[in-house]
C-alpha cells in the first residue's frame, strides 16, 4: 500500500500553486526557496510526477501541476 503525502508538502505545493512563485510560497511560509523546491521534488517524486521546477521565472508550469489535482 502507498504512504500518503504529507500534509507540508501538500501545503507549500498549495502555496506555490497559488502564488505562481516558489521564491513567493518560501517567504510565506517562512521557509528558504530551497525546502520549496525540496518539499516539491519530494511530493512529485511520490506521486510519481516529474520533477522540472529549476526555472522559478515559470509558474505556469507549477499551475499545469496544480490543475493535475483539480
Do not use: C, N, W, Y
Not at 511530493?43 to 490543475?67: N, T, V, W, Y
Amino acid at each position: 500500500m502507498k504512504s500518503l503525502a504529507s500534509l507540508g508538502q501538500i501545503t507549500v505545493f498549495v502555496r506555490v500553486a497559488e502564488l505562481g512563485s516558489l521564491t513567493a510560497a518560501a517567504k510565506e511560509l517562512e521557509i528558504t526557496p530551497s525546502a520549496v523546491s525540496k518539499s516539491l521534488a519530494q511530493l512529485e517524486a511520490h506521486l510519481g510526477m516529474h520533477a522540472d521546477h529549476a526555472d522559478h521565472a515559470q509558474p505556469q508550469a507549477h499551475r499545469a501541476r496544480a490543475s493535475h489535482f483539480r
